[in-house]
């Protein structure tokens, strides 16, 4: 395993973790005290976070999870602004930028791999 690899692995390790102990945590507090939508915005930061993380130490991001981290994100923030977001227009919206913009990621990530050999 490459260090890249092992590196990607804690990463991801610690994201289930935080979203373990997030969860943990919210299930002790009783609900009527903690805002409609708080794991949302928990598990979409954390989303976030893990691929900016992987970003930075230039690591392939999963455009999966990142999609799914701003959805979660969005919905959470509607949820606690009690206003009903357009998931589907918003998916759509979010699949298409992934499409556009996968071709810039992909070229930054050939050229830190060029950097890598030299």
Do not use: C, Q, T
């Not at 998931?87 to 499409?99: C, K, M, T």
């Amino acid at each position: 395993m490459s260090e890249k690899e092992a590196l990607n692995k804690r990463i991801e390790n610690i994201s289930w973790g935080l979203f373990l102990v997030m969860l943990g945590g919210l299930w002790l507090v009783p609900g009527r005290l903690i805002p409609e939508g708080s794991w949302l915005i928990g598990a979409g930061l954390i989303m976030i976070g893990m691929n900016i993380v992987r970003f930075v130490n230039k690591i392939r991001m999963s455009g999966f999870s990142l999609v799914l981290g701003v959805i979660a994100l969005l919905s959470g923030i509607g949820d606690l602004l009690r206003y009903d977001l357009p998931l589907f227009p918003i998916l759509l919206i979010l699949i298409g930028a992934n499409i556009l913009l996968r071709p810039f990621l992909e070229r930054g990530s050939e050229i830190s791999k060029e950097y890598d050999h030299e």
